[in-house]
């Protein structure tokens, strides 16, 4: 494939079937400058100098992934995960993905504004796929909020996430979830929980510990499920309350899945997000004789050894009670692991999956029967852009989105492995998994990246993308239902022109006190 030049890049995707969340029809995409052009049958634009080919027959053309969750070299439990922003965005392009979200996480009592800029000095020289940042609340007060705001109109952040595990590190309390989910209702920007009773996992850990459990297994144990599941009742509560839309990231358990989908169902604005851990392996491996082996799979919360989770999991993703796919990709080497050797709590938290979560789902979901190719589509791209006010730039071939385009051939298979795979880690914790459907090719802004397992990427050349705030797609519901509530507020009180008014009763009765003091008469405050 002959090199492309900055300016004038000339694509056309000629032959496959042109996969979108809502429609699949066979079609050629034409693409230049990074924007998709044409998208219809036999297209032949001119001049054909310069152009480049690439044959889909066969195959299907789909938007890039969006990974809606990852930690590229975070700073945490003592290390710092070994994926940075050039090797982990150069995974995720060889899976399929062109955009991933991380966070920028702030300590107790720092500046939001001085994290985000941070991590974003830490990405932009290495990106090689266009990046955004979620922002952390990891503390409350007046500068918190000002800060927030700040981020929001100027930084073009929309999404802040709350902790309610990591006590004394990052988690808040509910009064502070109330004024996060306040402001970010106030400020048109999607709340976000990681959801486990922080304080039932402290007293679980000290518990084990206590009796002699020091292994990986006792991190499970110290925080079943069931501390997921209130944590995320709780969540939505407080979030309900306040009538703030509600993002539940890394969704791990049944019983936490079973409370979103409730939650949806009566009415409540709030969007599950299943990784590609808790929706390809289990729990079980915790109790693996190889410590090495079991400690690879801690994360928080952690995977439950209930096998079942997985396939409970991603039905509920295909039929929608589940909105979005991320990954949690955090990853530490079996070195890094082993600082939790003799006490699990020191076991850095953190799993791989951002090169392989595209197929673990084609696998898992459509593969199986459970989801279809649209489906999929809007699981690990349309929604998610939809949600965080991409959309239609991202999570679309379409007329004027830009060119973040997979072909992806749905026969074909690969086997996941710590051998073959691009990120830094020395393990995987879907080895061994034979996945249909693979990533032939990567388009990222126009640009051919990746082609039969060749890259062609150069670090720093994705852009972080601002994400405006209320995003139609989730505060529509929202403002309206704010509108009703204010009609019926407006109806319920008195108007001025009505006897009835706040002036007249007021009126009325320094009338009527004054004929009872006047004539003895018997006081009333109501008309005759």
């Known amino acids: 494939m002959p090199p492309q030049t900055q300016a004038r890049q000339r694509l056309l995707i000629k032959g496959g079937k042109v996969v979108n969340d809502d429609l699949s029809v066979v079609a050629d995409v034409y693409v230049e400058d990074g924007v998709v052009q044409q998208v219809g049958p036999n297209l032949n634009p001119e001049p054909s100098t310069g152009l480049v080919v690439l044959d889909a027959t066969n195959k299907l053309v789909i938007p890039g992934g969006i990974d809606t969750h990852t930690h590229m070299e975070f700073p945490f439990m003592g290390s710092r995960s070994k994926d940075d922003f050039y090797t982990g965005t150069k995974a995720a392009i060889a899976g399929g993905t062109t955009m991933i979200i991380d966070f920028a996480i702030p300590q107790k009592g720092c500046s939001l504004t001085e994290a985000f800029d941070t991590w974003k000095s830490w990405?932009?020289?290495?990106?090689?796929?266009?990046y955004s940042l979620h922002v952390a609340v990891t503390w409350w007060s007046n500068k918190v909020k000002q800060e927030m705001e700040s981020l929001v109109q100027n930084k073009g952040v929309n999404s802040f996430k709350m902790f309610m595990a990591y006590k004394d590190i990052y988690m808040v309390n509910d009064e502070e979830l109330y004024e996060a989910f306040s402001c970010c209702k106030e400020l048109g920007a999607v709340a976000q929980v990681h959801a486990e009773n922080g304080e039932l996992i402290a007293q679980g850990a000290k518990k084990m510990l206590a009796m002699g459990i020091t292994g990986p297994e006792g991190h499970e144990l110290c925080r079943p499920e069931e501390v997921e599941a209130e944590a995320t009742q709780r969540a939505i509560t407080i979030a309900n309350a306040v009538n703030c839309p509600l993002y539940v990231v890394h969704v791990m358990s049944k019983s936490s899945a079973k409370v979103i989908s409730n939650a949806r169902r009566e009415g409540k604005v709030v969007y599950g997000e299943p990784i590609a851990a808790s929706l390809g392996t289990d729990g079980t491996n915790y109790w693996n004789k190889d410590w090495a082996h079991a400690a690879a799979y801690v994360m928080g919360p952690p995977l439950r050894p209930d096998p079942s989770t997985p396939g409970f999991l991603m039905n509920l993703l295909a039929n929608g009670d589940l909105s979005v796919t991320g990954t949690d990709n955090c990853t530490f080497d079996i070195c890094q692991k082993a600082l939790g050797k003799d006490d699990f709590t020191k076991i850095p938290n953190g799993v791989?999956?951002?090169?392989?979560?595209?197929?673990?789902?084609?696998?898992?979901?459509?593969?199986?029967?459970?989801?279809?190719e649209n489906r999929f589509v809007a699981v690990t791209s349309t929604n998610a852009a939809k949600i965080f006010n991409l959309y239609p730039k991202k999570g679309r071939i379409a007329v004027g989105s830009d060119a973040d385009i997979v072909i992806w051939d749905p026969k074909a298979t690969r086997t996941i492995s710590a051998k073959t795979h691009h990120q830094a880690n020395n393990f995987n914790i879907f080895e061994g998994m034979v996945c249909h459907g693979v990533p032939v090719v990567t388009v990222s802004r126009g640009k051919v990246v990746y082609e039969g397992g060749v890259f062609n990427v150069t670090a720093g050349e994705g852009k972080y993308v601002s994400r405006p705030p209320f995003s139609p797609y989730v505060y529509k519901r929202v403002r309206q239902r704010e509108q009703i509530k204010a009609n019926e507020n407006d109806l319920a009180a008195p108007t001025s022109s009505s006897f009835w008014s706040q002036q007249s009763i007021r009126n009325q009765l320094l009338k009527n006190q004054h004929e009872t003091a006047v004539n003895n008469k018997p006081y009333t405050w109501l008309p005759t």
């Open 123 to 130: 990405a932009d020289p290495k990106v090689c796929c266009d």
């Open 352 to 372: 791989n999956g951002v090169e392989d979560r595209m197929s673990v789902i084609w696998e898992k979901g459509v593969h199986s029967g459970k989801m279809d």
